[in-house]
């Protein structure tokens, strides 16, 4: 017999990558490199047809890591009729092609020579698509005879850089020349395990069902989206959601399917499946987050799906609000005696949004409930009235506040605070130092009471006089109440008029500052100039209003003109980088300073904002300062490269009397 040689085609001289690309995806027969099972999903048998009276052989599934599946002659003692074969088949599914191979086998051929009965031998092949004897992968068999050809340890066959629709293994008795039968013994193909890898280049196709995500309505609490997927090749895998950026989950769309799973999770590719068809081509999946991990705000959202091969579909890509901060359901409750001396109790109210902690702060309001003010040092859940109380009614604001951010509520007012000696409104004409005094106003008198008869204040007091005042602005223009910066000093000038209309020289006019979230208290007086002209000089200094009354007589027992202006304080806010272009760790630390009067012992919240183009200002993280003032906190990059903004905000809070203020910006490159 001649001796055969078979050339092998070069597909097979190239070994696999060891993890799958974007539109790639790999296949385990029977068991995965680590050894787990898998099964023979995809694989199909087929066998020439049955002769009465010959062997036609056996295809056997792979039942186990350790049986192999394999094809089979010669087991039943009968001969095998010439042209006999039998086959393992995988076709790649529709939209998908085979891209590579890795086959482990072993095989018992055999060229039994008996005398009127055998003279054909066994062979053993890999081939791909349909052409069984032109797309040869892997041939094998007795070449000369008589011969036995034997490899009884599995060994490796593979191939890569091809496209084709499908691979097929066989063993059959060779029919050369003749019509002689093959012997009765056996001839075995045996494949422990296959690794398959599989192309396919078509993306997902969704559609939104609906869900909170796609609302335009803020999003409080767990976040939900629904979709609808289809995929024609390897089907709809997993579902994935970013958050500004972050990754927040990845989720298999349909998780009761067990070959729709990596089945080979230890290693770092989870495109790995015991199916050439994993996971389904048409499904409804959801995904859901708890936003209440978030600080309150504007969030970009992405929701993607992706097949078995790893193309994705983007299914939504949005800003989303969310709102998680504590919500008032109940508003806080007082108890206790409105009396000075007496204790008044704070409860929290009830809150939606499962508040971590809560904050007090009480205020001192007008005897009709208007006009209140925070009371300096008075934020614990529990408050002694103190005879400047006296003749007020208080309240209280709970801050309750979690991750995302804080809400404030207040409760009802008090009763009129009654003093030490249980009368709920003062004495006719005032007191002084640091009670109310006249008209709310601390140490407030009548400038000339001390005189006795009816001994007018100024010239004319006719009718009712009024006071006209206002900050004296650039180019003519006044305003009666305005936002300044901190070292900023304003003229409050005016006129004091009789009921006609006339000035009223030569008076005396009383000076009331309250500082922002403070009582009202006298600061001396001024006089009025020719024609009623008033003029008074506010320093720089917090926010504070500023009243001038006017008592008409010696005997009044209360002003009957006055007026007031208000300048609302920015605090001054500093902010600063220690890098301003960072590499690597891509960290940078940032810090500032608040300053201006009554810094709260506590410290105040600073917000810090940054800046990206395209997606302008966003608040990222609140921060407290110290007693002085004193902030710093690190931040982390999540982009390798760009240029950032950072600034600081200080939110109107407590009894700070300084209003909403913004530090300049400082700008970080990341490379």
């Known amino acids: 017999m001649p001796r055969i040689i078979i050339v092998l085609s070069a597909l097979i001289a190239t070994a696999l990558p060891t993890a799958a690309t974007a539109g790639t995806f790999t296949v385990y027969s029977c068991k995965t490199p680590a050894g787990a099972f898998t099964g023979m999903e995809g694989w199909t048998s087929s066998a020439s047809s049955s002769v009465v009276g010959r062997d036609n052989g056996s295809s056997t599934i792979c039942s186990s890591p350790t049986t192999p599946f394999s094809l089979q002659f010669g087991g039943t003692g009968l001969p095998v009729a010439s042209g006999s074969w039998l086959?393992?088949?995988?076709?790649?599914?529709?939209?998908?092609?085979?891209?590579?191979?890795?086959?482990?086998?072993?095989?018992?051929?055999?060229?039994?020579?008996?005398?009127?009965?055998?003279?054909?031998?066994?062979?053993?092949?890999?081939?791909?698509?349909?052409?069984?004897?032109?797309?040869?992968?892997?041939?094998?068999?007795?070449?000369?005879?008589?011969?036995?050809?034997?490899?009884?340890?599995?060994?490796?066959?593979?191939?890569?850089?091809?496209?084709?629709?499908?691979?097929?293994?066989?063993?059959?008795?060779?029919?050369?020349?003749?019509?002689?039968?093959?012997?009765?013994?056996?001839?075995?193909?045996?494949?422990?395990?296959?690794t398959i890898r599989l192309t396919d280049t078509n993306a997902p196709t969704t559609t939104v069902g609906g869900g909170s995500l796609a609302d335009d309505a803020s999003v409080r609490g767990v976040g939900s989206l629904a979709f609808h997927a289809t995929d024609a090749g390897g089907g709809v895998y997993r579902s994935i959601v970013t958050v500004d950026g972050d990754e927040v989950s990845r989720t298999v769309v349909d998780g009761d399917d067990v070959s729709c799973a990596d089945a080979e999770p230890a290693d770092d590719d989870a495109y790995e499946f015991p199916s050439p068809q994993p996971c389904p081509l048409d499904t409804a999946g959801s995904v859901q987050f708890d936003t209440a991990a978030l600080a309150d705000g504007e969030h970009a959202v992405q929701v993607t799906v992706e097949d078995a091969a790893g193309n994705v579909d983007v299914v939504l890509s949005r800003t989303v609000s969310t709102h998680n901060a504590p919500i008032s359901t109940a508003v806080p409750a007082l108890g206790g005696q409105a009396k000075v001396g007496a204790q008044l109790t704070a409860g929290p109210g009830q809150w939606d949004g499962a508040p971590t902690g809560y904050?007090?702060?009480?205020?001192?309001?007008?005897?009709?409930?208007?006009?209140c003010a925070?009371?300096?040092?008075?934020?614990?859940?529990?408050?002694?009235?103190?005879?400047?109380?006296?003749?007020?009614?208080?309240?209280?604001?709970?801050?309750?506040?979690?991750?995302?951010?804080?809400?404030?509520?207040?409760?009802?007012?008090?009763?009129?605070?009654?003093?030490?000696?249980?009368?709920?409104?003062?004495?006719?004409?005032?007191?002084?130092g640091s009670s109310p005094g006249i008209g709310g106003v601390a140490g407030l008198t009548n400038p000339l009471g001390q005189l006795s008869g009816h001994v007018p204040n100024g010239a004319r007091p006719a009718g009712r006089?009024?006071?006209?005042?206002?900050?004296?602005?650039?180019?003519?223009?006044?305003?009666?109440?305005?936002?300044?910066?901190?070292?900023?000093?304003?003229?409050?000038?005016?006129?004091?008029?009789?009921?006609?209309?006339?000035?009223?020289?030569?008076?005396?006019?009383?000076?009331?500052?309250?500082?922002?979230?403070?009582?009202?208290?006298?600061?001396g007086e001024l006089r009025s100039g020719r024609g009623g002209a008033v003029s008074y000089t506010l320093p720089a200094g917090p926010g504070r209003s500023v009243k001038l009354t006017y008592f008409p007589f010696s005997d009044s027992?209360?002003?009957?003109?006055?007026?007031?202006?208000?300048?609302?304080?920015?605090?001054?806010?500093?902010?600063?980088?220690?890098?301003?272009?960072?590499?690597?760790?891509?960290?940078?630390?940032?810090?500032?300073?608040?300053?201006?009067e009554l810094l709260p012992r506590g410290g105040v919240l600073v917000t810090l904002q940054g800046y990206q183009a395209g997606f302008g200002w966003r608040t990222f993280r609140t921060v407290r300062t110290t007693a002085r003032g004193v902030w710093s906190t690190r931040y982390r990059f999540r982009l390798s490269h760009g240029r950032f903004g950072f600034r600081a905000v200080v939110p109107r809070q407590g009894s700070f009397p300084f209003v909403t203020s913004r530090s300049g910006s400082v700008f970080v490159t990341v490379s």
């Open 87 to 194: 086959k393992w088949t995988l076709a790649a599914p529709t939209g998908t092609t085979i891209k590579s191979f890795s086959l482990s086998r072993s095989f018992n051929l055999s060229w039994p020579v008996v005398s009127g009965v055998a003279n054909r031998p066994y062979a053993y092949q890999v081939s791909y698509d349909d052409n069984e004897t032109g797309n040869f992968l892997d041939f094998k068999f007795p070449i000369q005879g008589g011969q036995t050809l034997t490899q009884g340890v599995a060994s490796i066959v593979e191939g890569t850089g091809a496209s084709w629709g499908s691979l097929s293994i066989s063993l059959r008795c060779w029919g050369l020349v003749g019509s002689l039968d093959c012997g009765s013994f056996p001839a075995q193909v045996a494949i422990p395990n296959a």
């Open 557 to 596: 027992r209360g002003f009957v003109a006055s007026n007031v202006v208000t300048e609302d304080v920015l605090a001054p806010v500093t902010i600063r980088a220690d890098h301003r272009q960072v590499t690597g760790a891509r960290v940078v630390t940032l810090s500032g300073r608040v300053r201006g």
């Open 374 to 432: 925070g009371i300096p040092g008075a934020d614990a859940s529990a408050y002694v009235l103190t005879s400047a109380d006296a003749y007020h009614r208080i309240l209280v604001e709970v801050t309750a506040a979690n991750h995302s951010g804080a809400a404030t509520a207040r409760s009802s007012v008090s009763a009129v605070v009654a003093d030490a000696a249980g009368r709920t409104s003062p004495l006719v004409g005032g007191g002084s």
């Open 359 to 371: 904050g007090y702060r009480w205020l001192r309001c007008d005897p009709d409930g208007s006009g």
């Open 465 to 523: 006089p009024r006071l006209e005042i206002a900050f004296r602005l650039a180019a003519g223009r006044s305003a009666t109440h305005l936002r300044s910066a901190r070292d900023r000093r304003w003229t409050i000038a005016g006129r004091l008029l009789d009921g006609n209309g006339r000035g009223i020289e030569g008076a005396r006019i009383g000076v009331a500052l309250r500082v922002a979230g403070r009582t009202w208290v006298a600061r």
